[in-house]
């Protein structure tokens, strides 16, 4: 997607230990109208799937996957962080390695919100070494729902979970693809539009 | 909002500790065409206050600010609730007691997505005792910001946080203000439509 690769180019900030920084518009203040058009693109790259639900993990997925919905015209169920008191009932969990906050967490679905029934389309903002959505897979595995697609903002390519997506068969969509990236330079991999 | 107290009523379930669980819906699946219907009425209430900015804190909050923000052609902003490696610089910082989760917290808003020049609508799923609005408003403070309203989806009325809000003259409404609930019944207070 042109227009969010130069979006990167002329927002994001390369921090060191490959961290990009875009949270001028996608994951602490967030460009609404932009996201409409990451929403609207999604809906374009997914249209041919039966999708009932969109999936996401807390927190900077959440913004993404609501306005995204509104062009699936389906619900949002967001997998949460930490046991809260507020979540009680049948659970599905999956451990998560967070690579940002270097530790293992557990994200929780309530088992209500996903079903046999259900067909998947997952939304993230970033995919590095893929394991929040490889979470989000099992969970849908235990759901013994059908995984549709997984939708992500910026993959960073030099990173090896997009990879290993692809090769388990993973109908995976990154908007758009870092294949290097410096302290003055962003390349990315050029996709079909 | 009457659709939202029968929303409430419909799908929304008391439980021990004075916690409503309205999970279908809000919080962790989220209905985007009910959160739409919300995001207009905020628009309504707030259309005469001339917000630059929607301010919420993570994770339930997001989604409700994001499809608001549609209604207002402003970004949001949301405040995170721990240290993360991802945000460095000048940061705005306040300190949030969780009723929910029994614990104190910061949260935390990168310095350069407020500032004094910014009118500023705050956003929340909850109000109980009001701590997480009084953490916003303080980094409002911080920031030099104003404070336009403070738009809360659902107010339990009978905690302290609604009253005290109100009387410290901030401009705050609720969808829905719950009087009183039990296992078998939940009363609202009556609201101008």
Chains 1, 2 share one sequence.
């Not at 996608?26 to 009932?52: S, V, Y």
Request: charged share 25%.
């Amino acid at each position: 997607m042109k227009a969010l690769e130069e979006k990167i180019l002329q927002d994001g900030q390369v921090r060191p230990g490959h961290i990009l920084k875009v949270d001028s518009f996608l994951n602490h203040q967030i460009d609404i109208d932009f996201i409409n058009e990451i929403g609207k693109e999604f809906q374009r790259l997914f249209a041919d799937r039966p999708i009932t639900k969109i999936l996401t993990v807390e927190a900077s997925g959440i913004g993404i996957a609501c306005i995204t919905a509104q062009y699936f015209h389906v619900p949002v169920v967001f997998a949460k962080k930490a046991q809260s008191l507020n979540l009680d009932g049948s659970l599905y969990t999956a451990k998560v390695q967070s690579y940002t906050h270097n530790r293992v967490y557990d994200v929780i679905l309530s088992k209500k919100f996903l079903n046999a029934d259900d067909h998947v389309l997952i939304i993230d903002d970033f995919l590095a070494n893929g394991c929040a959505v490889t979470g989000l897979l099992d969970i849908i595995k235990s759901a013994r729902a059908t995984v549709e697609g997984v939708g992500i903002v910026i993959e960073k390519g030099f990173q090896s979970g997009g990879r290993e997506l692809r090769e388990r068969g993973i109908n995976l969509k990154s908007l758009a693809i870092i294949k290097s990236m410096t302290d003055t330079a962003i390349e990315f991999e050029e996709q079909d539009e």
